[in-house]
């Protein structure tokens, strides 16, 4: 029915292992655009998100809030200005407090690598993720020319955020608008810091015994980016850590539920949150670690909700506390969520 149209993740898992190459997703989201653009049918919830995009610049309609961008401590960049890199926050970035702590951890870990780094601050809107994957493409296109515009004002040698959602938008997407933005996920940046020297990541065994930690591949990062190893290289050798690999990871990873706009119409509890939280619950691992915002949140639902104790955390976090430039990870744990 009508309702599986509106269950899809746009994982891109039934792309990964088509044998013959098909892309089943690029159905779904034609078939949606036809649902929305033509027939007016859609769920009900779209209608706020899309309100929200249009209105406010993020799915959920909220205010900016200036106070956010000064606790970042990176200077908002105008327009003619150049810097060597422009932090993207990202929708959930700029209103979730789960992901505006990750979002400090990336900042203090860039000051402390002495990247010139900036924002856009209030200039920055909606990468347009939400309404692309859910079939509004006027919406999507009037707001990724706006963004791009804003973008090819300013200068900067690399377009860099926590999210793979508005990173896989930038890299690949925005070129429908003939933008060539270099776009690249924070964890690869980081890696490529390390590899150039200009981060040192403490190494050794730390005292006691080693956490375990279990990395969760988010889909628009493994399978969109086919990024898999930066976030592991960050990871392995910091001291008092142990990678766990889960059983589905890496290009096969499972969904953790939230994109496609399941975020906004899943309900309370996704369909395929539950079963990921399981996957992370049995693994003997104390800490969850991930490199993307919604699967921050919908794990630590997730995890909540089957009474499982384990923390979840971007790795960029984890990477800040270990060079001890973090705030600590006990910050405020209640994000957006429909």
Not at 75 to 82: D, N, R, S, Y
Not at 158 to 183: M, N, T
Not at 193 to 218: F, I, K, N, Q
Not at 267 to 280: F, K, N, S, T, Y
């Amino acid at each position: 029915g009508e309702g599986a149209l509106w269950g899809c993740t746009t994982c891109m898992a039934c792309v990964e292992i088509c044998p013959v190459g098909i892309s089943p997703l690029d159905m779904i989201v034609d078939l949606r655009r036809e649902r929305v653009l033509d027939a007016a049918a859609f769920p009900p919830a779209l209608a706020e998100v899309y309100r929200g995009i249009e209105r406010r610049g993020n799915p959920w309609g909220q205010p900016e809030d200036g106070a956010a961008w000064e606790a970042l401590g990176l200077p908002i960049l105008g327009e003619g200005e150049a810097c060597e890199v422009l932090v993207w926050a990202g929708c959930m970035g700029r209103h979730d407090p789960r992901a505006r702590a990750a979002l400090r951890a990336l900042g203090a870990v860039l000051r402390h690598a002495g990247v010139h780094a900036a924002t856009l601050g209030d200039a920055e809107r909606c990468c347009g993720d939400p309404a692309r994957r859910t079939g509004n493409e006027y919406l999507w296109r009037t707001g990724a020319e706006e963004t791009a515009a804003a973008l090819r004002a300013r200068r900067f040698e690399r377009l860099v955020s926590l999210c793979p959602h508005c990173v896989h938008q930038f890299a690949y997407e925005y070129a429908d608008l003939g933008a060539a933005i270099p776009a690249e996920h924070a964890t690869a940046y980081l890696a490529g810091l390390v590899r150039a020297g200009r981060l040192a990541l403490p190494t050794g065994v730390g005292a006691g015994e080693a956490r375990r930690v279990a990395y969760h591949d988010p889909c628009y990062l493994a399978r969109g980016l086919g990024e898999v190893r930066a976030a592991r290289d960050l990871l392995a050798g910091l001291p008092g850590l142990a990678l766990a690999e889960l059983p589905r990871h890496g290009a096969r990873a499972r969904c953790c539920g939230a994109g496609g706009g399941e975020m906004w119409l899943g309900g309370e509890e996704a369909p395929l949150e539950a079963p990921r939280a399981a996957e992370i619950a049995a693994s003997g691992a104390e800490t969850v670690a991930t490199a993307c915002p919604y699967c921050a949140t919908m794990l630590a639902d997730g995890l909540e909700r089957a009474g499982s104790g384990q923390g979840v955390y971007d790795v960029v976090e984890i990477v800040a506390a270990a060079l001890g430039v973090s705030e600590g990870q006990d910050g405020e744990r209640t994000g957006v969520r429909a």
